[in-house]
C-alpha cells in the first residue's frame, strides 16, 4: 500500500510559478508510473501530466504543455511538477497518482490528498 502526500500549493500571481511535491510517506513507488490532475470549484478531475516510472517518458495536457514539467527523484520516493507562467485557469486543487498510466483518473490505484493552487490575476 503507497500512500501519497501532495505539498507545494499556494496562492500566485499570474505568470509566476510554483513547484509542487509528491513524497511517499508509507511504502514505494518507484516502480510505478505516476500523473498529476487537477479538479477546479465545479469542474471534473482532469490530466495535467504523467511519468513513466524511471522518467524515460512524460505526457502533458495540451493546456499546460510548454509550462508544466514532471520529474521525478526515485530515489527520494518524490515526484514533482514544476508549474511556469501560472494563469488564473490554472487555479484548481492539484493530485497527484500513482500505480496507473496515461490519461485516464480511472486508472490510477494511489492519489495523494490534494493541494491547493490558486492563481490571481
Known amino acids: 500500500q503507497v500512500q501519497l502526500v501532495d505539498t507545494g500549493g499556494g496562492l500566485v500571481q499570474a505568470g509566476g510559478s510554483l513547484r509542487l511535491s509528491c513524497a511517499a510517506s508509507r511504502g514505494t513507488f518507484s516502480t510505478y508510473n505516476a500523473g498529476w490532475f487537477r479538479q477546479g470549484s465545479g469542474k471534473e478531475r482532469e490530466f495535467v501530466a504523467a511519468?513513466?516510472?524511471?522518467?524515460?517518458?512524460?505526457g502533458y495536457a495540451d493546456s499546460v504543455k510548454g509550462r508544466f514539467t514532471i520529474s521525478r527523484d526515485n530515489a527520494k520516493n518524490t515526484i514533482y511538477l514544476q508549474m511556469n507562467t501560472l494563469k488564473p485557469e490554472d487555479t484548481a486543487v492539484y493530485y497527484c497518482?500513482?500505480?496507473?498510466?496515461?490519461?485516464?483518473?480511472?486508472?490510477?490505484?494511489?492519489w495523494g490528498q490534494g493541494t491547493q493552487v490558486t492563481v490571481s490575476s
Open positions: 511519468i513513466a516510472w524511471n522518467g524515460g517518458h512524460t
Open positions: 497518482a500513482a500505480g496507473g498510466s496515461g490519461s485516464r483518473s480511472s486508472d490510477y490505484a494511489y
